[in-house]
């Protein structure tokens, strides 16, 4: 298990993890500490990989355009490898909203300058309520994920992110819902090898803290998925539950 | 001046039982329809509602934290007519806190509250293991909250006022 915290104050830290720590075929958890911080994550997150990514796209075709000449100069895998995920199309976002409702979803992300339906048009974002997705089972999320899969493949794209928010599967019963909710996550493997997806498992801290240390464990498919646990900085202030 | 009269008389008439009768009826108009806990995560939300409940006559005692108004009903179960709850609320559902409000007092009248379409299937799941008495779908006004939560109590009401 390669379990990581951090405080809600280390904005950057968290956005590294979620682009960097998980790595395309692995599925990992994130437990936030208050919806702000969710929402701020999550809104971030579509920002820099639909917004920003068009912005270096549109910079790298213009360098592109100004060094004909030197371009056998990258040499740099680093580069190359940018170079050439800049050239894909971008990746599906998929967001499950449990506490928000989709259309407050929607909100936030126009709240920061995203088009959201120019991006729901191109097939780039899809939100859905995860109650819609989990219920009656949670082969429903997984039929979805797994379509988007198939299609950011025909479509060239770099991958699929799913960021899922978990509160569902605290809706009912906490006892029932913990063993449904570790066989699903005993289902999504820590490690897909050539896979396509980055799945991001969200838990309100204070769903979490409803599990026994064993569930946790339990819930971390006995040590092997990564892990990151954001606590409340003592600078946050409140602004939801 | 001349042939006008030097003393003006103004009769005043006063009703001897012009305080009493007000006092009778602001003590009427008082008195509260019925005793009510809220539940919504969303502050503002929680805020509105109480505001809005308590200008239609209700006593009313909102909670952000699920946690917290079950510990506030577990004390004060008997005061309390009715509980109008949101469903998706981190840390204890609406479902969850109504469950428990029933285990404590089955004469609680419990309506949740949701933003999100009111799903039969999510309901079903509830049924009948935990009786609620109504649903409510956000955003809803305060007059129509207060005819449906009056509905939901009629009959509590009746013994209250009898």
Redesign the interface.
């Known amino acids: 298990m390669i379990s990581r915290s951090v405080e809600s104050s280390d904005f950057e830290s968290i956005m590294d993890w979620f682009k960097e720590g998980i790595e395309d075929g692995e599925n990992g958890i994130l437990v936030y500490p208050n ?1 702000q911080t969710f929402r701020q994550i999550y809104t971030q997150y579509v920002k820099d990989h639909l917004i920003a990514r068009e912005e270096e796209k549109e910079e790298e075709e213009q360098k592109e355009k100004g060094n004909d000449d030197d371009s056998n100069d990258f040499s740099d895998n680093n580069n190359n490898r940018r170079k050439g995920q800049l050239l894909q199309m971008p990746r599906i976002i998929l967001i499950a909203t ?2 928000d ?1 989709v259309n ?1 979803v929607k909100h936030n992300l126009s709240a920061v300058g995203v088009d959201v339906q120019s991006h729901i048009d191109h097939g780039s974002l899809l939100i859905v ?1 995860a ?1 819609d997705g989990y ?2 089972n949670t082969d429903g999320m997984k039929k979805l994920v797994a379509t988007l899969s198939e299609r950011a493949r025909k479509e060239g794209r770099i991958g699929v992110s799913v960021i899922s928010n978990m ?1 569902f599967f ?5 006892d029932g819902a913990a063993s449904e909710l570790i066989s699903y996550e005993a289902s999504l493997s820590s490690k897909t090898y050539g896979g396509n997806i980055k799945g991001f498992s969200c838990y ?4 979490y ?2 599990l026994f240390d064993s569930q946790k464990n339990d819930l971390l498919t006995q040590g092997q998925k990564k892990s990151l646990e954001i606590t409340e900085s003592a600078t946050d202030v409140p602004f ?2 | 001046m001349q042939g006008l009269p030097s003393l003006i008389v103004m009769v005043v008439r006063l009703p001897l039982s012009y305080k009493k009768q007000d006092e009778k009826e602001d003590n009427k108009n008082d008195k509260p329809l019925a005793n009510l806990l809220v539940v919504d995560d969303d502050s503002d939300i929680a805020h509105v509602l109480k505001q809005g409940l308590l200008k239609n006559r209700f006593l009313v005692t909102a909670f952000t934290h699920p946690e917290e108004a079950l510990k506030n009903f577990q004390s004060n179960s008997k005061d309390y007519c009715l509980m109008l709850s949101d469903i998706r609320m981190p840390g204890m559902s609406g479902i969850r806190l109504a469950r428990k409000v029933k285990e404590i007092n089955p004469n609680v009248k419990v309506v949740l509250m949701t933003a999100f379409e009111i799903n039969d299937n999510e309901f079903s799941k509830v049924f009948p293991s935990t009786q609620v008495d109504g649903f409510v779908q956000k955003p809803i006004g305060i007059k129509n909250l207060t005819d449906k939560i009056l509905d939901t109590i009629g009959e509590t009401k009746r013994r209250l006022n009898e």
């Open positions: 919806l449990f506490y409702t407050a309520d109650f219920y009656p509160g605290f809706l009912y019963d906490v309100h801290a204070r769903d803290d409803n939801d539950t």
